[in-house]
């Protein structure tokens, strides 16, 4: 059993900053890639960033140089840090991994999503 669990968000204003953090927990082998997604009202989910077990990153194309995401593999967590954030970057952030266990294959897994509110 893995569990993924997601704090951090809350409400700031524009050009705020924010911190997020997953951590997993559980049986855990093996961990591949780690990400975060966002969606909001009416919108489908979609990528926000994600970091591979060796480091390497990709963004999605509305936050690249305003969100860092970064893990520590010691603590099998990943954070968001969110800079000069917008109003549009309101919606839910969910935690995504892909992982091994000490009895089941790589497989995804989400954690309960954490909200994000960028308003004045």
């Known amino acids: 059993q893995v569990q993924l669990v997601e704090s951090g968000g809350g409400l700031v204003q524009p050009g705020g900053s924010l911190r997020l953090s997953c951590a997993a927990s559980?049986?855990?082998?093996?961990?591949?890639?780690m990400a975060w997604y966002r969606q909001a009202p009416g919108n489908e989910r979609e990528l926000v960033a994600r970091v591979t077990s060796g480091g390497s990153t990709n963004y999605g194309d509305s936050v690249k140089g305003r969100f860092t995401i970064s893990r520590d593999n010691a603590k099998n967590t990943v954070y968001l840090q969110m800079n000069s954030l917008k109003p549009e970057d309101t919606a839910v952030y969910y935690c995504?991994?892909?992982?091994?266990?000490?009895?089941?294959?790589?497989?995804?897994?989400w954690g309960q999503g954490t909200q994000v509110t960028v308003a004045s």
């Open positions: 995504n991994a892909l992982i091994r266990t000490t009895t089941q294959p790589f497989r995804n897994y």
């Open positions: 559980g049986s855990i082998f093996s961990m591949n890639f």
